[in-house]
């Protein structure tokens, strides 16, 4: 469930950068 958490904010961090 942690792993989820993880992608999620790489995905949001990426278009974010």
Do not use: E
Not at 1 to 17: D, K, R
Request: proline residues 6%; charged residues 0%.
């Amino acid at each position: 469930i942690y792993g989820l958490v993880v992608a999620l904010a790489l995905l949001f961090a990426n278009p974010f950068v």
